[in-house]
């Protein structure tokens, strides 16, 4: 093979891959407590076409944190992949990095948004956004450790408490060499209340070259195709639209190219929460797959009637027997209510 042709080659698998997690794909947001590995899969079997870990302490890889190998672990079926770090130091973040590229992600993103006491009050997450001069530190030197090897996106919001910054800081991203943005355009004092305000999505798409994936506030395939048209963006993410609901990444498919999806049963979704529960016990074993599933059953019972009872009978026991029992029963109700 020629030098010329070598450079052709190399150049075509990095577009190709590019092309395969930002040009019109549905993303699932991480979210810390709810998308691991078992959920990611669920919800890759629903039609996410790209998923993410929930975030990882820069701090906690380079202290060598167990925990920080349950969260980036993944299956070679969750592909394509995003680690996504956390930390307030370039210098810590890029070799926190260092340690998640042994785990051969399909590519690196890093939190600037989150807007939780515990992290801002480190000076991580959604802090950064109040220190333009940081995050041009913090890209530019994980974009030197990345070395080409695959994507770093970076996570934002629209700015700490007013979004005034916010193409100035999307800017400096662009420029340092980040390969794409996922804007949450709420800023971090909103925290989750009010409406995110996608007509900054369709700003930043305007004034960037790369890749903007759009993510807040859907709920239903409705907002997903409006979400496109409104922002122009290149890829969406949804996250607590998904939680509970996985079949919204399916209906969102069928939605944009056919302008028509199907409902779920009640039936299906009381399926789903026992294949949930039996894919997390191989994973975890019984009893803390148990208590991770309590928080995931108001979400798949939304709506239906004796939801509540059947969660608080859920919360109240350790017994999967038990438990399987309500949920059977519950589904019996369900068809003879
Ligand atoms: C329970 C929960 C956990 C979250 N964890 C993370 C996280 O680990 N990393 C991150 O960047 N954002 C996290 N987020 C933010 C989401 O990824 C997403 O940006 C936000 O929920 C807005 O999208 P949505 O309206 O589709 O939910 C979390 C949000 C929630 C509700």
């Given amino acids: 093979m020629t030098l010329f042709n070598g450079v052709i080659q190399c150049f075509s698998v990095c577009y190709l891959k590019m092309n395969s997690i930002f040009s019109n794909k549905t993303w699932l947001a991480p979210l810390a407590g709810y998308t691991d590995t078992v959920y990611r899969k669920i919800c890759k079997s629903m039609g996410a076409d790209v998923v993410m870990s929930e975030m990882i302490s820069a701090d906690a890889l380079i202290y060598k944190n167990p925990k920080t190998k349950i969260l980036a672990e993944f299956d070679e079926e969750e592909r394509p992949i995003g680690l996504q770090i956390f930390g307030n130091d370039a210098h810590k973040i890029s070799e926190g990095i260092k340690i ?34 940081k995050i041009k530190e913090i890209v530019s030197s994980a974009v030197k450790v990345i070395d080409n090897e695959f994507p770093l996106t970076i996570k934002i ?7 005034e910054s916010l193409l100035e800081i999307v800017k400096i991203i662009e420029s340092e060499g980040a390969s794409g943005i996922c804007l949450h355009p709420r800023t ?17 798409k305007e004034k960037t070259r790369i890749p903007i994936i759009g993510n807040g506030d859907i709920k239903t395939p409705e907002d997903a195709k409006k979400m496109v048209v409104q922002t122009g963006c290149d ?11 996985p079949w919204l990444f399916r209906q969102i498919k069928n939605y944009l190219q056919n302008k028509t999806y199907n409902s779920i049963l009640p039936s299906k979704k009381i399926e789903m929460i026992f294949l949930h529960f039996e894919k997390l016990k191989k994973k ?8 991770s599933m309590r928080k995931f059953i108001p979400y798949y019972t939304k709506g239906m009637k004796n939801a509540s009872k059947l969660r608080q009978k859920c919360n109240q026991t350790s017994d999967e027997m038990r438990f399987i029992q309500y949920l059977l029963d519950f589904k019996v109700g369900l068809k003879n209510g």
């Fill in 235 to 245: 890829s969406i993410m949804i996250g607590r639209g998904v939680i509970g609901n």
């Fill in 188 to 204: 971090k004092t909103q925290m989750f209340s009010g409406k995110s305000n996608w007509d900054l999505i369709r700003k930043v």
């Fill in 157 to 163: 919001r629209s700015g700490w408490n007013s979004d």
């Fill in 100 to 133: 998640l590229k042994e785990y051969q992600p399909d590519f690196i993103d890093i939190n600037m948004g989150c807007p939780i006491k515990k992290i801002v009050k480190n000076g991580s997450g959604g802090a950064l956004l109040k220190n333009p001069e």
């Fill in 284 to 291: 975890i074993g019984s009893k803390i797959a148990l208590k």
